[in-house]
């Protein structure tokens, strides 16, 4: 049974720092390819960003870039998601999602979610 956890939501002050973490489970790690969303109040789930399994493949969202980085740690079976100079805007729970298929911007390419971490940026 695969299992994704994420971890390091938090409220935080605008122009913070964050690290969020994603521990998967039950896959083959090191042959996945990762991604992080995000869902904010009342706004449909939107693509953050993604990483292929041999890291040569690394996405984000206009909104994001520069700002937040993806990473991996294939001994650890484990995602990151590396989040500087946050923004109200930022607001949002962070979900980790999971495929064996291709790397991508697009929810419906994700066969495997995590129940989400809160992530809270104040003004």
């Known amino acids: 049974q695969v299992q994704l956890v994420e971890s390091g939501g938090k409220l935080v002050e605008a122009g913070g720092s964050l690290r969020l973490s994603c521990a998967a489970s039950?896959?083959?790690?090191?042959?996945?390819?990762m991604a992080w969303f995000r869902q904010a109040p009342g706004k449909d789930r939107e693509f953050v960003a993604s990483?292929?399994?041999?890291?040569?493949?690394?996405y984000y969202a206009d909104s994001v870039k520069g700002r937040l980085t993806i990473s991996r740690d294939n001994a650890k079976n484990t995602v990151y998601l590396q989040m500087n100079s946050l923004k109200p805007e930022d607001t949002a729970v962070y979900y980790c999602?999971?495929?064996?298929?291709?790397?991508?911007?697009?929810?419906?390419?994700?066969?495997?979610w995590g129940q989400g971490t809160q992530v809270t940026v104040s003004s």
């Open positions: 999602a999971a495929t064996y298929s291709i790397v991508s911007y697009l929810r419906g390419e994700y066969e495997h």
């Open positions: 990483i292929n399994w041999s890291v040569d493949r690394i």
């Open positions: 039950g896959l083959t790690f090191s042959r996945s390819h």
